[in-house]
């Protein structure tokens, strides 16, 4: 069974075709757009498309005056990159598996594009907090359809942008998640506390 990427839309190309032995590839290549609420409300978002150097300023050209972006880092925390006169104040990653939070003085249309993340993809995850995202654009279950292996101990917390506070802790114990498998939106962002280092792993091709 084919597995459904949910983009706001995508453009597939045939990157090369070997007919005698019926092996193909396909790039991907859409764009998601992010709603981004008035009043400098946050909204916990993610970059799921690789663009360049999946820099800030790269995967968020162009914004409106007064953006903020709130990345973090484990051990110095949330780092703030300001949209000033046409310019991000600072250039961190947003690659793919990293989770951000944006606000915006007006409401906004944030547009990502780039290409969508195949083959064998890692997202590294630290013990204690870490601010991710699946490095695919597909909605589903983290467990069943992102193909995260929880651990013992995990717990996830989602942000609510309507209620501006996170959803109620969801935690992994005796082998079952107390909320329900968890379910992530495209271009969503959480955090995943851990109880030890490890890692999210997955094989993806849009081929599946």
Known sequence: MRTQLI???????????????????????????????????????????????NKLATVIPTAVEGTLAY?????????????EFGAWSA???????VGFFVSSPTAATITLVGEVPQGNLTTALGTGLNLVS??????????????????EGDIVYQWDA?????????????????????SIAVGEGFFLSRAAAGSWSRTFSVNQ
């Open 7 to 53: 983009l706001t839309t995508a453009a597939l190309g045939l990157a090369s075709l070997a007919a005698s032995a019926q092996v193909y590839s396909v790039n991907a290549v859409g764009y998601i757009n992010l709603s981004v609420p008035a009043g400098s409300k946050l909204v916990l978002v993610a970059n799921q498309l690789n663009n360049g150097d």
């Open 71 to 83: 990345t973090y880092a484990q051990g110095s925390g949330f780092a703030t990159s300001g949209y």
């Open 91 to 97: 250039n961190p990653s947003v690659a793919p598996g």
């Open 134 to 151: 699946s490095q695919v654009p597909q909605a589903g279950k983290l467990q069943a359809d992102l193909k995260y292996t929880p651990a």
């Open 162 to 182: 309507g209620a501006q506070g996170y959803k109620a802790a969801n935690g992994y114990e005796f082998g079952s998640w107390s909320g329900g498998d968890p």
